[in-house]
């Protein structure tokens, strides 16, 4: 077992790697009520082609496969997961994202009672040609009813549009489609594959005895077998910040418009310190140009052209990258007119020294604040390591971070990387 400390957090991270592979953190925060614990593989949505463990070819699954599989594991032949997680009163869920999958639980009590049960219903697939046939149209149904949502519309129809090859732009649950492709056989290639414990991380956080966890998650893991882990072969797409798309127009059942605009990473193919601060530079200038007390963000307050729905993301991953501005808008065109001008201007953005500061500043207490939130902590932490990144590194990557950092990524902001999606009311 490895000690990490972090001075300048007054943070100490336990780490340690097992015989199988599976690298195990706990973080100790003293006098917190609340325990938390994540069990993470890196295993997404775009994550459809791949050399299976043990074999030589490269395999194509159907989209949404990720997803099916996260739906598929709380079912076993003892029961229902969720219910036994119910019984000793935790909270209990999972989510898939484009490159990883997490199942997760929250509890104030019986902490080592649902440790066990976290690692033990991942670790025990049960996957049968009824209970699979019987998912392909419960999914079904939930990609119909996000097909219907205007928002979540308006979000993957930029990405979308951005995107030409790159599988992140199909929806996380695949398509009605891919999914009713989903075999029994699929699922346990894709579970052998991904969910071996040196692919995955184990994330605990609360006011939690290390020496005793670290012992309850040696002795669960010792009963179990697993097959030797090779490097996994993954088929990445990379792709130029050229849109796929320019544009794109959907008539729904809103009362009022709804734009985003797109923009574009390039390659995307950095890791470790250099995407961290090449993140931490794009989250900087974004906050300069779009947070709330931007300059912006005001003006297109004042002309009415954007309301209380107003936001903006930026996504920077392996092999993919985005930033996304979104809001309800009676003025659709000129809002994007708009958006697009702020963005192409600022690859000559000049930041005074002291805008930069605050802004810094101000992210960091941000970041610094989130660390008192077990979720917040243990959701970014296995992202943060899956990008080969230390989560608690980035306080000083903030720190060191200069204007001629913020200068080195204005290539971000390129023309041809721009797109646009709009809903509009049906009626129009």
């Not at 219910?83 to 999958?101: G, L, M, Q, V």
Request: charged share 30%; glycine share 4%; hydrophobic share 35%.
């Amino acid at each position: 077992m490895e000690k990490i400390v972090y001075d300048n957090l007054k943070e100490e991270l336990y780490y340690e790697q097992l015989d199988n592979g599976l690298n195990v953190y706990i973080l100790p925060k003293r006098g917190f009520n609340k325990y938390y614990a994540t069990f993470t593989t890196k295993y997404g949505s775009i994550d459809n082609k791949f050399i299976p463990i043990g074999k030589k070819e490269l395999i194509t699954v159907p989209d949404g496969i990720a997803h099916f599989l996260e739906h598929k594991m709380f079912e076993s032949e003892k029961g229902d997961a969720f219910d036994k997680f119910t019984e000793f009163a935790a909270k209990s869920n999972a989510y898939t994202s484009f490159n990883r999958t997490a199942y997760l639980f929250s509890c104030t009590s019986f902490f080592e009672e649902n440790l066990n049960l976290l690692l033990d219903f991942v670790q025990e697939p049960y996957f049968t040609e009824d209970n699979v046939e019987k998912e392909k149209n419960i999914i079904a149904q939930e990609i119909s009813m996000y097909d219907d949502n205007p928002e979540w519309r308006l979000y993957f129809g930029t990405i979308q549009n951005m995107f030409k090859d790159n599988v992140v732009k199909v929806d996380i649950a695949g398509t009605e489609e891919s999914i009713y492709k989903i075999t029994k056989d699929l699922l346990y290639e894709c579970y052998n594959t991904f969910y071996h414990p040196a692919n995955m991380v184990l994330f605990v956080v609360g006011d939690v005895d290390i020496e005793k966890t670290f012992d309850l998650i040696r002795n669960n893991q010792s009963k179990k077998e697993f097959d030797s882990f090779t490097k996994l072969e993954k088929n990445y797409v990379f792709e130029s910040n050229k849109v796929a798309k320019k544009a794109e127009t959907l008539e729904m059942d809103v009362a009022t418009p709804k734009i985003a605009v797109g923009i574009k990473n390039n390659e995307s193919r950095l890791l470790g310190n250099e995407l961290m601060k090449y993140e931490i530079a794009l989250d900087i200038i974004f906050d300069y140009l779009f947070s709330n007390s931007s300059e912006s963000y005001q003006e297109l307050l004042d002309e009415e052209l954007i309301n209380n729905t107003f936001s903006y993301e930026l996504s920077i991953e392996y092999s993919y990258g985005f930033g996304i501005i979104s809001s309800d808008t009676e003025k659709p065109e000129e809002l994007i007119k708009r958006l697009k001008e702020i963005l192409i201007s600022a690859r000559n953005l000049k930041i005074s020294e002291e805008d930069f500061t605050t802004i810094k500043n101000k992210i960091l207490g941000d970041s610094i604040k989130s660390l008192n939130s077990p979720e917040a902590i243990a959701n970014s932490f296995t992202r943060y390591k899956f990008c080969e990144m230390d989560m608690f590194e980035a306080i000083k990557a903030y720190e060191n971070l200069t204007l001629e950092d913020l200068e080195a990524v204005l290539p971000f902001f390129d023309e041809k990387a721009l797109t646009s999606m709009t809903i509009l009311p049906k009626n129009n």
